[in-house]
């Protein structure tokens, strides 16, 4: 592990306990509400079949939305799980190279014998290992206050619903880190990248409403990361490789961008 990375993680130990703290938290809160919600199934089951269409969306699954794997679904992993780790993965990958080089402290890193390549590479590795940190947490919650509230959720299904959604955030933040070293500019990249997630979420929840957006969802990742719920049916490969592989050319994308580009140090 290079210094870089070791660098990175001493600097975000306190970040990433804060973090933690508020992803077990999270969790735990939800975990308590689900024995009301499973005490008034039915009237909720008939209130949720009564919403418009445009509401069900973001919902998620509303006939499945009182049991464990619906509920958790719904209120963790449609849209507050992904929040939070894309908000984290984009602050670090935005501000990984464009951060530094705002800061004026880019011009310091590479006056040691470092090629740019490696300083992208560990900014990169950081990054992966925080946001899997953060997901280990959760998943670790998950599995203990599933436990816990007899709420019967499979060990294996919440490790591929949380390695999903790991993924994901990394996929959007290898974007922000691809922006920040095209530009130079922090808020650039966070205000793209965050666009790219927002329209990326709405894509994928508005297309079994609008026709004409039906043959592009497969273009969202959310799609790839929601689309076939790993928390009900397990990992998809092909999921796993395109979300993967966003990451990657991202990661290159990084790499011959911030070799190229001239510095503002």
Request: hydrophobic share 55%; aromatic share 10%; charged share 15%.
């Amino acid at each position: 592990m290079g210094n870089i990375v070791l660098h990175q993680l001493k600097t975000q130990r306190k970040s990433l306990f804060f973090w933690s703290l508020g992803i077990v938290v999270l969790v735990a809160l939800y975990i308590l509400i689900y024995p009301s919600i499973q005490e008034s199934s039915a009237a909720l089951n008939a209130y949720l079949e009564n919403l418009p269409d445009a509401i069900k969306a973001f919902v998620g699954d509303v006939s499945s939305y009182t049991t464990p794997v619906g509920y958790i679904t719904s209120e963790l992993f449609v849209f507050m799980m992904p929040l939070l780790l894309i908000i984290f993965t984009t602050g670090f990958g935005s501000g990984a190279i464009a951060g530094e080089e705002e800061k004026g402290t880019l011009d310091l890193l590479l006056t040691n014998p470092i090629e740019r390549s490696q300083v992208v590479k560990e900014k990169f590795i950081a990054m992966i290992i925080l946001a899997s940190l953060l997901t280990a947490v959760a998943s670790l919650a998950l599995i203990i206050g599933s436990a816990l509230a007899d709420m019967g959720l499979e060990t294996q299904k919440i490790v591929a619903m949380v390695l999903s959604v790991d993924l994901l955030a990394i996929a959007f933040g290898s974007i922000a880190l691809f922006l920040g070293a095209l530009t130079g500019n922090r808020g650039v990249s966070l205000g793209i990248t965050a666009a790219l997630a927002i329209g990326s979420f709405f894509l994928n929840a508005l297309s079994p409403l609008v026709d004409f957006l039906k043959d592009y969802q497969k273009f969202s990742p959310f799609y790839h990361y929601i689309g076939e719920n790993p928390l009900e049916v397990g990992l998809k490969i092909d999921h796993v490789l395109i979300l993967g592989g966003i990451a990657f050319v991202f990661l290159i994308l990084s790499l011959i961008a911030f070799e190229k580009r001239d510095l503002k140090i």
